[in-house]
């Protein structure tokens, strides 16, 4: 497929930003529309070194858009990097095991820049058992249950992955994660392994656990599914690195790719044998494939014929609303009509832990592989698999009331407040 030269380009700046030689020339560029691509994929503190190199003259608007985003950029990382030190210290000291996920510890340790990608929030994992003794830790240094639109904990314990804190005025948030997904999946992570073989390290001189490679590279291909869950069917279409650029996503692509390119010791008999025992083959291999094929990731070929081998892949079905989805970010992107029941479905996946357009991956969980069985139960037979279906079932209706219960409490305690009780309030904040 033909990308646009501003697609290209971006694409080029990916490949090529550490390289203080790379000198691109942006004669023909659209460059308003760079820009906004940039942006939309949160690399302009990435990209602003490198178009000053090039001694470009760039339009107002352009540099106007890039600007707001690196100064967005820096606050985030001196809000939550304060905050952040200022847990881990006290965490330390109270015993609890923390591992951070993504955003900052990515900035230091593989970015060597704070304000390159540092996120919205703090996300850090905690065993189970601490999750409490986290909540009360935060809630002593003044983040707590300050947004009234969330649900409440009890809901979030049973359904979800992590819990929510904020300051008063919404500018900080943390998410304290016991899971890297909801728990009506076929992935079977084993958490406390995760901590055995982490190791203690230092991050903005404050300490933590630090993930040994095979998980952090796990870790990384999980949420980025979890967010662009089209991609397991998808690795076939041409214009992938278009869908790519479309869903703002090209920066947690980068974030695997540099991880490689850090690390290129990394323990790969170890990473196949953890991706099957979690069942994140169909994750981990899809992405792996995305990051050798355009971000040239150093990937053995032997690894990605391992993966393949164990490849269950997607239900036809699912392969196709996968394609609507992707075609509604695509019309989006280029500025075409979207068909209104999806562009509910996607600004859904925000408000709901089941998000709308992860049904039918979460439906393989009522009818799953003999492999997760086998993870899951240590055996599998005809009992086993009626077993697993009335216990999904349960847990469906668990969940169905739960969702009504919580969100009736929800929407009465809002309106108590005068305030807004749909289900896609914004976020608002300073940062």
Not at 268 to 273: A, D, G, N, P, S
Request: glycine fraction near 4%; include cysteine.
């Amino acid at each position: 497929m033909q990308l646009t030269p501003e697609e290209t380009l971006t694409y080029e700046f990916a490949h090529n930003w550490r390289d203080i030689s790379y000198r691109p020339n942006l004669q023909n560029i659209d460059l308003p529309r760079f820009a906004r691509i940039l942006t939309h994929n949160r690399m302009a503190v990435l990209a602003a070194p490198i178009i000053e190199r090039s001694k470009a003259e760039i339009p107002s608007d352009a540099q106007k858009l890039i600007n707001e985003q690196i100064e967005k950029y820096k606050r985030s990382a001196s809000k939550l990097g304060g905050a952040l030190v200022t847990y881990l210290k006290a965490a330390k000291t109270r015993e609890i095991p923390t591992i951070i996920l993504k955003g900052l510890w990515l900035c230091e340790k593989i970015y060597k820049d704070l304000a390159l990608r540092p996120g919205g929030d703090i996300d850090i994992l905690v065993p189970k058992n601490q999750v409490d003794a986290s909540l009360a830790l935060l809630n002593e240094q003044g983040i707590g249950e300050f947004w009234p639109n969330l649900l409440k904990d009890e809901y979030f314990t049973k359904h979800h992955l992590h819990q929510q804190r904020s300051t008063p005025d919404l500018s900080i948030w943390f998410e304290i994660h016991w899971a890297l997904d909801h728990p009506y999946t076929l992935l079977t992570v084993n958490y406390e392994s995760i901590f055995e073989r982490a190791k203690p390290a230092q991050l903005l001189g404050a300490p933590i656990q630090e993930m040994a490679l095979p998980d952090l590279l796990l870790s990384l291909a999980i949420h980025l599914v979890k967010h662009a869950v089209y991609l397991p069917s998808l690795l076939d279409r041409e214009d992938l690195p278009r869908i790519i650029l479309a869903d703002g996503m090209l920066m947690y692509y980068l974030d695997v790719a540099e991880v490689l390119k850090r690390h290129k010791d990394i323990d790969w008999e170890l990473t196949i044998q953890l991706t099957r025992d979690w069942g994140a083959v169909d994750i981990l291999g899809s992405v792996l494939q995305v990051c050798k094929k355009y971000f040239d990731a150093p990937i053995p070929d032997e690894v990605l014929s391992a993966l393949a081998k164990r490849v269950r892949g997607p239900w036809p079905i699912t392969r196709k609303l996968m394609a609507r989805a992707a075609e509604q970010k695509l019309a989006t992107y280029e500025g075409k009509p979207v068909n209104r029941f999806w562009q509910l479905m996607l600004a859904s996946n925000g408000a709901f832990i089941l998000r709308p357009v992860r049904l039918l991956e979460t439906a393989s969980y009522f009818f799953p592989p003999t492999d997760f069985l086998e993870r899951r139960y240590d055996k599998t037979n005809p009992v086993i698999r009626i077993y697993h279906l009335f216990k999904a079932l349960w847990q469906t209706l668990i969940f169905s009331w739960d969702t009504f219960y919580f969100g009736m409490e929800r929407y009465f305690r809002l309106k108590r407040m005068g305030k807004k009780t749909s289900l896609f309030n914004t976020l608002e904040t300073d940062l």
